[in-house]
């Protein structure tokens, strides 16, 4: 099984703070250790490896995970649903998971 | 079986709110309702009229206007109906504040404060109900224009705990919104006169102007880029997408 992380270099070349803070989280849980390749998708280049694997696997959003066992490669883009289905285990913090899918569900602004 | 969300959407694409709520009263037993303390409160005009099935609930994120909660206790009374609120983990709350103050938001963005202030008590909310409903309209805003009026909630839905996510007033104007306040003489929050049409926490909400989408009030400071995590995929070549989906 292969474990792939994307994260993304924003346009103006910034790096992007919810990939720092994933990749925090993953330094910190000792999951970084498990993360095969490291990938950056950066948007002032479409053909930097993260670009091209998020347009190979149409994936729109990113921090992002790519796990290929040998078959299938599935994609999660939520960080706390990624660690608990993959590393299994705890999501983490409460409030970390809501900031998750906060940021993979922009639009829950309405509640 | 399984709901089908799909089917429900088809089928009561363009029904009354009215009778939107009524088929979702009668599919689910665990049932309740975001009540955010602003015109939503049409809905639980609406569900009054369904017994007391649906629990209705608020987000008290401990930074909402007084009119608000003087509202929303109106409503409570108005209506004679429980409305349970829900607070934020206070050891959460406690640590962002000593760690950033209270107005973290306006320089680090408000999704920090808004997950613990209210995505956290509404996921804990949500695991409790097999169904929810919310006071989504198509124009409220440009990215609202999809909102179907029953969905899968893949947000809050866990593995062996689906959600399903009614949305009856997708198809509803804020006219007919308003229209209906007036003519069933619903009780609404004060700040609506004073130019606010959409109304979240205090610091985080201003009026609008007239030409301007309602959720131009939210947030305001921040750039349209900060407000969401996408991926610029457009600057992905075309014809790239076009050949990886053609080899996949």
Redesign the interface.
Known sequence: MKITFVKKILADGSPCRKCGDVETRLIESGQMDRIDEVLIADERDPDSPGMRLAADLEVARAPFFVVDDGGERKVWTVYFKFAKEVFGGSEGKASDAARDILDDNPDLDYV | MAYDAQAAADRFEQADPRDILAHAVEGFDRIAL?F?GAEDVVLVDMVADLGDKVQIFC?DTGRLHPETYRFIEKVRDHYGMDIELMFP?PE?VQTLVRDKGLFSFYRDGH??C???R???P???KLATVDAWI???RRD?SP??TAVPVAQNDR??SAPGHPLVKFNPLANWTATQVWDYIRDYQVPFNELHERGFRSI?CEPCTRPVAPHEHE?AG??WWEEA?Q???????T???EA??GN??ES?
């Open positions: 975001s955010s987000l983990d959460a999704q920090e808004c997950a613990i209210k995505i956290e509404l996921r804990r919310t006071g989504q409220q990215t609202r947000a809050f979240g959720r939210r947030w880029t407000k969401e995590c996408g991926l610029h995929i600057n992905i070549r790239d997408i990886a989906r996949a």
